[in-house]
């Protein structure tokens, strides 16, 4: 499982958070998204050393690279106005990556950050590159296009829903598993106005194609995520985690973030 994830996480670092940003208007990005590849080789490194010195080292400076969104957050948030659904779908993704740096650096130290499992410190760094910052930031893009209270309430339920899930694993199952349910909610809104409202008026083929794509991809992953969930709660069959990062992580990443990403890029909307 640990070349899957290795591999998951790779892509989130070197493409999926520099593309993301590229989608985001703030000129206080732009010397980021600059200098991002080398805090991004130096993270993806760290990733296949054993646990040492070293890859805590390589771990931590792409830490502190993921402050940098982070911060560019905060100075935005200072400058809003509103607070509206799109925005806090963007700000929530903006400080998503400086969740996993934290938790990559204390899994490669060996350190068990909060009490939480090398394990899961390990599948939390994926979570927070793909539900934490992909995932909230196509909910503001999907949120700044299809107007509605559907839209709204994506861009809100995506980041809360990964909040809640993160906060699950403080309490106990079942407030994951409620965590679970906000996310999956969200997920497959964001699902249905991408196949509903996105992807038609005159798109290409090309970016139907990836719209199509990700949309569906969307609704079967929500699914296990879901499944796995209630099986932890209350301890039903469910598939184990080599499983799931195999069809829900892999499809995620490939089919979601990726194809995502993109299409927006195809699509040459305003940014948000």
């Avoid at 790779?10 to 010397?31: K, N, Q, T, Y």
Wanted: charged share 10%; glycine share 8%; with cysteine.
């Amino acid at each position: 499982m640990s070349v899957l994830v290795n591999l998951i996480v790779m892509l989130g670092m070197l493409f999926v958070v520099p593309a993301g940003l590229r989608l985001i208007d703030s000129e206080g990005l732009a010397p980021i998204r600059r200098i991002w590849p080398l805090f991004a080789v130096c993270g993806a490194v760290a990733l296949w050393l054993p646990r040492s010195a070293a890859a805590t080292a390589l771990a931590a400076v792409y830490a502190i690279g993921t402050l940098l969104p982070a911060a560019a957050a905060a100075r935005r948030l200072a400058r809003s106005r509103s607070l509206a659904a799109a925005e806090s779908a963007v700000l929530a993704a903006l400080t998503a990556p400086s969740v996993a740096g934290a938790a990559l650096t204390a899994e490669r130290a060996g350190h068990e950050l909060f009490g939480f499992s090398l394990e899961i410190l390990a599948l939390t760094v994926p979570h927070f590159h793909y539900a934490g910052f992909a995932a909230a930031l196509v909910a503001g893009l999907v949120c700044r296009t299809a107007a509605g209270p559907g839209a709204r309430f994506a861009a809100f339920s995506v980041p809360l829903g990964t909040l809640l899930v993160l906060a699950g694993y403080f309490i106990d199952d079942w407030a994951e598993l409620a965590g679970a349910l906000v996310l999956t909610a969200g997920m497959w809104t964001v699902a249905v106005l991408t196949w509903r409202d996105i992807r038609t008026g005159g798109r290409d083929r090309v970016t139907r194609t990836l719209l199509t794509v990700s949309a569906a991809v969307l609704a079967a992953t929500m699914l296990l995520a879901l499944s796995w969930a209630v099986g932890e709660a209350t301890g039903l069959p469910h598939p184990n985690l080599t499983w799931m990062a195999a069809t829900h992580g892999l499809g995620n990443a490939l089919g979601f973030a990726l194809c995502s990403l993109l299409a927006w890029r195809r699509l040459k909307e305003t940014p948000v």
